[in-house]
Every structure is written in C-alpha cells, then in structure tokens.
T-cell receptor
Framework: AQSVTQPDIHITVSEGASLELRCNYS??????LFWYVQSPGQGLQLLLK??????LVQGIKGFEAEFKRSQSSFNLRKPSVHWSDAAEYFC???????????FGTGTSLTVIP | GAVVSQHPSRVICKSGTSVKIECRSL??????MFWYRQFPKQSLMLMATSNEGSKATYEQGVEKDKFLINHASLTLSTLTVTSAHPEDSSFYIC?????????????FGPGTRLTVL
C-alpha cells in the first residue's frame, strides 16, 4: 500500500541552525516526490519536487531534498533556518499519471531566536 | 505562481444545514480540481477529483450524497456539504491542476475552516 511517513510530529530549532525533516515512503511504482509548506491560514506552497535525474534537488527558500531509493527516503534540508521558516511541512508522493497524492501527516517546525 | 482562492475562508453553521464552498483558479484554467479534507494534526486526505463538465470521482469512503461537487467551469469548482453535522467540522482545501501529469503542479487554495455546531 502507498503511504508516506513523517516520523517527527514537531521539531524545534534555533534560528541559524541547520534543519533536516524526514520523509519515508512506500510506493509500488516509481515515486514522484514533493515537499510542501503550509503557513497558518495559508494554502500549501510547493517547495520542491523530484521526478528523475539528480537525486539532490534544490527548491525555493534555500531548501533542498535528497532522494535515496535504497532507504525509501526523501529528506528535506536547509543549512540555516530563518524565523520565517516556522510552519507545517508536508511530504507527498504521487504517480506520473493520475492525481492520487498521498501526504504525510506533517512536521510542525518551531524556530526559536 | 498561479493563484487559487477559496470562499469563504471560515464558516460556522448549525447542524442540519448545507454549506457551499467555492474554489476558483484566478489566473489559469484548471484541467482538474481536487478537494481535500484535513483534520487537526493530520494529513490531507483526498476526497474527490473533479474535471470540468463531468462527474466528480470520489475516493473510497467519501459519501457522494453528503459532499456534492460541481465543476461548472475551468475556473470554478464548488463543494457542498449537505445536512452538515459536527463530525463534518474540518479544514477543507481545494487544489487545481493543468494537465494530468505529476510534473504539472497542483496549486492549493488557502482552505476553508468549517465548524458545525
């Protein structure tokens, strides 16, 4: 069965520190992977996506993610967190054709001064 | 990027009444629109997929007669929660997409908070 797991419900980091949010997936076919961010009262914004090619993908706002097929993971990273990064982060997996996205349960990020 | 709006952003209604939520793609024509439901501290769950001019496709476990979806144009989809009950209280999010490939981005609306008293 297809599923996405985000093991960390909540993470707190200091401003300027590095960040890694974990995402593991179970998917029967070639996965197409996404990271979204949701700020309070806002819709989801796409940070980055992976379809093929280089397994390290760059996104907006200084985020990057690395696809590791052997570990079924697609972890999101940022070298230096800013206070404005505080939000909810969702990992998602979807098919090439069709529309069935599977979202993880999200990781809430708190940034302390 | 493309903008998707939802109206209203927040609605409170009495049990037994119906509520309509609108989802609009403001600056593009959406091939497909999606409706998600999000419970507190939980993930988004796809409820249904709608294509303009055709019937919506509902996910397993979603009541078609409870959640009516109308996709009247390439820029507008509506979700009507009929005879709402407190257990229908949730955050409803729509998204819109151009084309069927996963490489085509889904653009999400800001969501509608429904509270049923």
């Amino acid at each position: 069965a297809q599923s996405v797991t985000q093991p960390d419900i909540h993470i707190t980091v200091s401003e300027g520190a590095s960040l890694e949010l974990r995402c593991n997936y179970s998917y029967g076919a070639t996965p197409y992977l996404f990271w979204y961010v949701q700020s309070p009262g806002q819709g989801l914004q796409l940070l980055l996506k992976y379809f093929s090619g280089d397994t390290l993908v760059q996104g907006i706002k200084g985020f990057e993610a690395e696809f590791k097929r052997s570990q079924s993971s697609f972890n999101l990273r940022k070298p230096s967190v800013h206070w404005s990064d505080a939000a909810e982060y969702f990992c998602a997996v979807g098919p090439l054709l069709g529309n069935q996205f599977y979202f993880g349960t999200g990781t809430s990020l708190t940034v302390i001064p | 990027g493309a903008v998707v709006s939802q109206h209203p952003s927040r609605v409170i209604c009495k049990s037994g009444t119906s509520v309509k939520i609108e989802c609009r793609s403001l600056d593009f024509q959406a091939t497909t629109m999606f409706w998600y439901r999000q419970f507190p501290k939980q993930s988004l769950m796809l409820m249904a997929t709608s294509n303009e001019g055709s019937k919506a496709t509902y996910e397993q476990g979603v009541e078609k007669d409870k959640f009516l979806i109308n996709h009247a144009s390439l820029t507008l989809s509506t979700l009507t929660v009929t005879s709402a009950h407190p257990e229908d209280s949730s955050f409803y999010i729509c998204s819109a997409k151009i084309g069927r490939l996963a490489t085509n981005e889904q653009f999400f609306g800001p969501g509608t908070r429904l509270t049923v008293l």
